[in-house]
């Protein structure tokens, strides 16, 4: 009954929230039975066949995905996403990086299976063999994840996507806060293009150099005017 | 990295534009009209390009514009296509259409153009998925049963997710440059969004097909109905 209760409450809070999405995709077409209680059933996890964050998997698509995150762990790449933000952009980073809504799962409310939030705007049909998954969602003050599901994330993939389900989250409150935006689609094309630039200390071969941040700058040229020159999530006074 | 980020630009080189700052954030446009040799079926497409059975059965495949004006046309196609387009590559056929606006009327051609365009940065992502069928409002397509409109090519901002498939094909089953034809599409509609404040690509599909007819006095019937313009075609960012 409790968990009814918090996932009714959810539905109506959360609807318009910012959130970050995983992508779960079978060896078959999805099936209800592939889940549990916001969790893969026995059945699901057995059929599995991809488990990652929505923003890494669109970035394996369309730049044989995330690059330089190799051996760092879920702090250090979620430090690095936002240090690469850092180095290629100067303004923009101040507008984007709030300070009061930094994310750590270990201080989120920890949930069963969170109403999918239909903002991540994806320009195309999701594959029947995969289903998007509301991983984590912010409320007021609070994060709120799928505990079932961010576990399994930790356990079977690479600690880079609990960082950028983080990032994400704190990207995307900061593009509504002081950009306006309603959904994901800007926030996750930033993301693809942080994922698979150099890393912050690198900032790659001299010839790759203009390419790369090229691709940030041809995103973040696209988040329209900020209303503030540093991000704040307060309101506005009037 | 390096050889997909050179050949998905490469890719866009020949169809994107700098995306629009701070205007409609997922354009319109970019659809193509596939036309069969029986009654079009859902078997003949598959996650959004053309299925085997498809392509056994297919005609044409051509940028919506281009379509609509091969309709139009009241002259001799040359092999079923317009005269005068197989000759060109993307780009030249782009300058010529362009040309053509300048003849008509230049000062209208003015608020339009932005030849910084072509030095924006635009992103191809390669999609094996359907895209989402994003239609004008107020278009009213009336298609004969053998034929499909399908979404080709949608921005996202910089980004232009594109269906591989299609874009193989729609190069491949004509020998007029229907890449180019959508950047056109997509180079126009940029504008008015800017220069004129659209909010749908009617106009700019109206505009195009009639420069490809060739048909001045339809073009100056457009231009009439563009409204007036509120801004300029080129950003700063544009030079990026």
């Known amino acids: 009954m409790k968990k009814l209760l918090l996932f009714l409450t959810l539905t109506l809070v959360v609807s318009s929230a910012p959130a970050a999405q995983v992508i779960a995709c079978f060896n078959e077409n999805v099936q209800d039975r592939f889940f549990s209680e916001g969790d893969l059933s026995e059945e699901g996890a057995a059929k599995i066949t991809i488990l990652r964050s929505l923003d890494a998997w669109m970035a394996q698509m369309a730049f044989l995905g995330p690059k330089n995150f190799a051996g760092l762990t879920e702090e250090q790449s979620y430090q690095e996403i936002w240090a690469r933000l850092r180095v290629y952009t100067h303004e923009f980073y101040n507008s984007m990086n709030c300070l009061e809504n930094r994310i750590h799962f270990s201080s989120a409310v920890a949930s069963g299976a969170l109403p999918l939030l239909e903002d991540s705007a994806l320009p195309f049909e999701v594959p029947k063999n995969c289903q998007i998954l509301q991983t984590l969602t912010t409320q007021g003050e609070f994060f709120i994840y799928n505990q079932k599901i961010v576990s399994r994330l930790a356990k079977t993939s690479a600690p880079m996507e609990l960082a950028i389900l983080r990032a994400h989250e704190e990207m995307l409150q900061a593009a509504m806060a002081n950009y306006g935006h309603v959904d994901a689609a800007r926030t996750r094309n930033l993301m693809i293009s942080l994922l698979n630039t150099w890393s912050a200390e690198e900032s790659g071969p001299p010839d790759t150099r203009i390419r790369t941040p090229g691709l940030i700058a041809a995103t973040t040229n696209t988040f329209g005017p900020s209303k503030r020159p540093t991000c704040s999530l307060q309101k506005e006074t009037p | ?240």
């Open chain 2, 1 to 240: 990295m390096k050889f997909t980020l050179i050949l998905s630009c490469f890719i866009f080189s020949t169809i994107g534009n700098t995306a629009l700052a701070g205007g409609t954030f997922i354009g319109n446009g970019g659809h193509v009209v596939a036309c069969f040799s029986e009654k079009f079926q859902d078997a003949f497409f598959e996650n959004g390009g053309l299925s085997q059975r498809g392509l056994t059965k297919v005609e044409s495949l051509d940028v919506l514009d281009y379509y609509i004006a091969k309709k139009n046309f009241k002259g001799q196609l040359v092999n079923n296509e317009l005269p005068g387009l197989c000759e060109l590559n993307n780009r030249d056929m782009a300058f010529a259409i362009w040309d053509r606006l300048w003849d008509i009327d230049p000062r209208f051609h003015e608020t339009i153009s932005c030849t910084q365009y072509e030095s924006g940065l635009n992103y191809g992502i390669p999609v094996q998925y359907e895209l989402h069928l994003v239609l004008d409002n107020g278009e009213d397509l009336q298609l004969p049963e053998n034929c499909s409109l399908r979404q080709a090519v949608v921005r996202q901002g910089s980004f232009f997710y594109y269906n591989k498939n299609l874009m193989e094909h729609l190069q491949g089953l004509t020998c007029v440059p229907q890449r180019g034809l959508l950047r056109l599409h997509e180079d126009i509609y940029t504008s008015a969004v800017r220069a004129y404040g659209h909010e749908t690509s009617l106009q700019s599909r109206k505009l195009l097909t009639a420069l490809l007819l060739n048909s001045p006095a339809t073009v100056k019937e457009v231009i009439k109905d563009f409204g007036r313009p509120i801004g300029p075609a080129c950003f700063e960012e544009d030079a990026l």
